[in-house]
């Protein structure tokens, strides 16, 4: 049987794992990648001289014709990047900030219903996850007063922030699935998906990239930590109860006297011939007996 020590060791293997995974999911830009086949596009363009020349500038300055990955708050491009579009370079990429979270006034006026819902359902996703995110740092704190402590109070504590922040997370994942299913499929306004020129469709691939990834694995370790600190904290009260019971069994004495261990005393048991009754009175008169004494004889001793 798995002992309360091991149950915290797991939680604590797990919590840490899971707290690193989300950190980092949080941090990087890999969320989802579009590849954009971009030497097919221009031998498109010079194939082709009736394209507009708008779609020729746009091949140049939109994001949308590069190669670029998306994380929750920056989009980076890790080959070509778009001209004049003011980059700053982030681990190693060129990245820029992503401005849909904060439209314009005269842009947020114009905005569709399927585009307000994608702006509340991106800060939802942010907001939640590191809200999640900030669950997580407190269970480390109260977990490992509760460890040091033995305390079922603060391990239980620990347990329920734990699932309090799971739900958070799997909201803030709930809401970016959300965003990016609208992205996609719903709206049909530039610069999304739906809205996209034949040739720019036909050359570029989509992926969910590796932070995605490491996000859901970091979750659902936080869940297993939750698991094992509630099983640990059932795992200490039950171990308490043991030791209770071990600690006050000795003082739990019989009220009946052992006759096969025990010394019987003067006068117990008149039952089955035991008793002053069943002894020769000879063997007790040598024995002077009480001067006169009476049933109350102790109130005649001042006579």
């Not at 958070?168 to 299913?181: E, I, K, P, R, S």
């Not at 499929?185 to 036909?202: G, T």
Request: hydrophobic share 40%.
């Amino acid at each position: 049987m798995w002992s309360s020590p091991l149950h915290l060791s797991l939680t604590s293997v797990f919590a840490l794992l899971g707290l690193a995974l989300i950190a980092i999911a949080l941090v990087t830009d890999y969320w989802t990648e579009y590849k954009v086949n971009r030497p097919n596009i221009l031998k498109e363009l010079q194939r082709q001289n009736g394209l507009n020349n708008q779609l020729k500038e746009s091949v140049q300055r939109n994001l949308l014709y590069f190669s670029r990955n998306y994380g929750l708050f920056y989009i980076c491009f890790p080959d070509a990047l778009p001209t004049d579009i003011g980059s700053t370079s982030k681990f190693g990429s060129l990245c820029i900030t992503n401005k849909d979270y904060y439209p314009n006034d005269v842009d947020f006026d114009k905005y569709t219903t399927e585009q307000t819902y994608r702006y509340y359902g991106m800060w939802g996703t942010a907001i939640l996850y590191v809200l999640g995110l900030t669950l997580i740092l407190a269970c480390s704190i109260f977990g490992m007063i509760g460890c040091w402590r033995r305390s079922t109070r603060f391990i239980l504590t620990t347990a329920l922030l734990m699932l309090f922040a799971v739900m958070f997370l799997a909201g803030a994942m709930a809401c970016w699935h959300y965003v990016n299913y609208l992205e996609r499929y719903i709206l049909d306004v530039p610069p999304f998906q739906k809205s996209w020129d034949k040739i720019l469709k036909n050359d570029t691939r989509f992926s969910y990239g590796w932070s995605y990834i490491v996000s859901w694995v970091g979750i659902g370790f936080i869940f297993l930590a939750s698991i094992f600190m509630l099983l640990s904290y059932k795992k200490i009260k039950e171990e308490e109860e043991r030791a209770y019971e071990a600690k006050h069994g000795a003082y739990m004495m019989p009220n009946y006297y052992d006759k096969s261990s025990a010394m019987i005393p003067y006068g117990y048991g008149t039952y089955g011939g035991y008793g002053a009754g069943a002894y020769p009175a000879a063997y007790y008169g040598q024995y002077a007996p009480a001067a006169g004494a009476g049933y109350y004889g102790y109130m005649t001793y001042a006579r």
